[in-house]
Each structure stands twice: as structure tokens, then as C-alpha cells.
């Protein structure tokens, strides 16, 4: 069950997520005007009323890391749990730092702390427990200002409660995707995160596979093409023969033509992008 914060020129945003995301997924918009985060966190909870996950449209992290997340918060069902990591794959990202007392946080700044300080850099992933779900039912809707701008802020201002319940939940590394070089970092850290292997679409014997690949089910692949590594093809797409494709993303239903040769960037139905 999902609720999904979309802006008033987002509607086809909303019509992909209802028409061609997950069948089996319930979808909830909330419209976002001019509200800060805090205040939008604080009418979802109202709206909402139990315990709930928070990601950013653009923040990703280690595959499997969402479940060990949930985990954490069967254990701790209160508590607001943040996902932080020692290391951003962002470049020249702003970063936030929870300071820890184990796994307590106990404050959060955004001047990297000294080297004997316990921290963590947070990602826009978090888990709303009970009493955090409470604290923004009671929030004053009508100070707008007060619980600073985004997540991490209104986090601090929780967290300075004698009777907060916050604490952060580590993952092997965070990513905030602003640009194609950043989805394709991402794509090649998926792809190594996952031992599995992607193979789901029939290829010709003199198809050359060099792992770590991921094809859907539904591709086309010609004669003599040379796959990876850090290759992911989605579905409806068609590669035509004697193409060398890595470091790259085929999306959906695009085209590569035969003998192209792709080394780091996104093909599209539109066309090709080097990044």
C-alpha cells in the first residue's frame, strides 16, 4: 500500500504509477502545493495512522537492505529509524550525519563530526514507529516554519525531545540519483549487490555474456552481440546483431541498432545518451 506525494504538474507521474507500475499495488496520491515535508509527514500520518516507510522519489540504497530494515523496526516498533551509511555515492552531495550512542541517535549536523565521534551520513529512507507516527499527529499544522524544511530536520527537532525514540539503521552505502551518471552508478551497484543471475529472455549461442548482466523477459537479441559487464536491459527492447554494449541501461522498448558499439550511457526510445 502505497501513498505517493506528487506535485500539481505530475500527472504523468500518476498515471504511469496506476496504469502500468506493480498490478497488485494500492495507490494513495497526496498533493503537494507549497507544504514543507514536515508538515506533508504530519497530514500523512493523520491520513495513514500506523507505522510507515519513508523514501525520497530519488534515494536508493543496498538491495536487500530494505527488509533488514523492516526487521529493525519489528523489533523496535516505536522508534523513528533513519537509514544511514559511511559512504554517499553521491558527488558534492549536502550531507546529514547522525551522531550515535550505539545505535542511538542523539543529534544530527551537517559538519561531518570528528573522527572519534560515532556517525552515520543519512539517506531519505526512514521508518515512522508509533510514537514518532504520534509526535506527527500532534504537530501544529498552522507553524509551518518550525520543523525546519525536510526530513532530516525535522528529525533533529524530534530527537532533541527528552522522550524521543530515534536511532539509525546502517546499510553498506546510499545514493541520491541527480543525474544519468548517477543511475548508471546505481545500476552497476545493483547489479553487483545481486548474486543472482538476470538471464530471462532466450539468446543465441553466439551471444557473449560477461557478468554482471541483467535482461527482462521479452528482449530481442541478435547474432554475435557482446553483453556487459554492468548491463541492464528491461523489457521490449531489441538489440540488433554485432552490438557491444556495457557499462549501460537499455530501457523499456528501445532500439539499439545492429554493429553499435555502447560504453557508459542510457538508450531510450528517443535515442541514445552518453554519460
Not at 115 to 142: M, N, P, T, W
Not at 182 to 196: F, G, T
Amino acid at each position: 500500500h502505497y501513498y505517493v506525494v506528487v506535485g500539481m504538474n505530475e500527472g504523468t507521474v500518476a498515471s504511469y504509477l496506476n496504469k502500468q507500475w506493480k498490478p497488485d499495488a494500492k495507490i494513495e496520491f497526496i498533493m503537494r502545493t507549497n507544504e514543507t515535508i514536515p508538515i506533508l509527514l504530519a497530514k500523512a500520518a493523520k491520513r495513514i495512522g500506523d507505522s510507515f516507510i519513508i523514501s525520497s522519489y530519488n534515494s536508493f540504497s543496498y538491495e536487500r537492505f530494505i527488509s533488514s530494515f523492516i526487521k529493525e523496526h519489528e523489533a523496535n516498533p516505536e522508534h523513528l529509524i533513519l537509514a544511514g551509511a559511511q559512504l554517499n555515492l553521491t558527488p558534492h552531495a549536502e550531507n546529514y550525519y547522525a551522531v550515535l550512542d550505539e545505535q542511538r541517535v542523539t543529534n544530527i549536523v551537517t559538519e561531518k563530526p570528528a573522527k572519534d565521534v560515532r556517525q552515520l551520513i543519512l539517506g531519505e529512507i526512514a521508518v515512522c514507529g508509533s510514537h514518532f507516527v504520534d509526535y506527527l499527529q500532534a504537530l501544529d499544522l498552522q507553524k509551518t516554519s518550525a520543523y525546519g524544511k525536510n526530513l532530516f530536520q525535522l528529525a533533529k527537532y524530534y530527537a532533541a525531545n527528552h522522550d524521543a525514540k530515534v536511532m539509525a539503521g546502517e546499510t553498506s552505502w546510499i545514493l541520491r540519483v541527480q543525474s544519468d551518471k548517477d543511475l548508471l552508478l546505481l545500476n552497476k551497484r545493483l547489479l553487483e549487490d545481486s548474486n543472482d543471475s538476470h538471464i530471462l529472455s532466450e539468446l543465441p549461442y553466439t551471444v557473449k555474456i560477461i557478468q554482471p548482466v541483467r535482461i527482462d523477459p521479452q528482449v530481442s537479441v541478435g547474432q554475435g552481440v557482446v553483453i556487459g559487464p554492468h548491463v541492464y536491459v528491461e523489457s521490449g527492447s531489441s538489440i540488433g546483431y554485432g552490438a557491444t554494449i556495457k557499462n549501460a541501461l537499455i530501457l523499456e522498448k528501445s532500439s539499439v541498432p545492429a554493429n553499435t558499439q555502447i560504453d557508459g550511457g542510457i538508450m531510450t526510445r528517443r535515442g541514445f545518451f552518453k554519460a
